[in-house]
């Protein structure tokens, strides 16, 4: 009987063993996931942080764009360049018109001018 005492108290301790040495394991296991979470925690509240960054930045940029012009805004101001060109050709034409007048008026203000000399020659 001592065979089986001897048998018995080893393979409990046998057992005592691997029980030790799968507790060791789920430990290195478990400490493993517990550093793989508390990274995971780290990187959301860098992801929360950087968040909070990009909804200033966007709340920011909102504010700015209420004071950009709109679209119609735009268009009317198209609309006034566009009459503006339209009225400065119509200028040009007036004035390019008067610039011919003016250029008969003065040739027959010389013509004027040498029939008065050469009346003032006699």
Known sequence: MADFSDWL??????????????????????????????????????????????????TRIDERLKHLPKHGD????????????????????TIAGMAEEVRGLRSSVDRLHQIELKRGEK
């Open 9 to 58: 108290v080893r393979a409990a301790i046998g057992a005592t063993v691997a029980a030790f040495a799968g507790l060791f394991l789920r430990v290195r296991s478990n400490e493993a996931r517990l550093g793989l979470v508390e990274k995971a925690a780290q990187r959301q509240e860098q992801v929360e942080r950087e968040f909070g960054v990009l909804k200033e930045l966007t």
């Open 74 to 93: 735009l268009q009317r101001i198209h609309d006034r360049i566009s009459a503006n060109g339209n009225k400065t050709h119509d200028t040009q034409t």
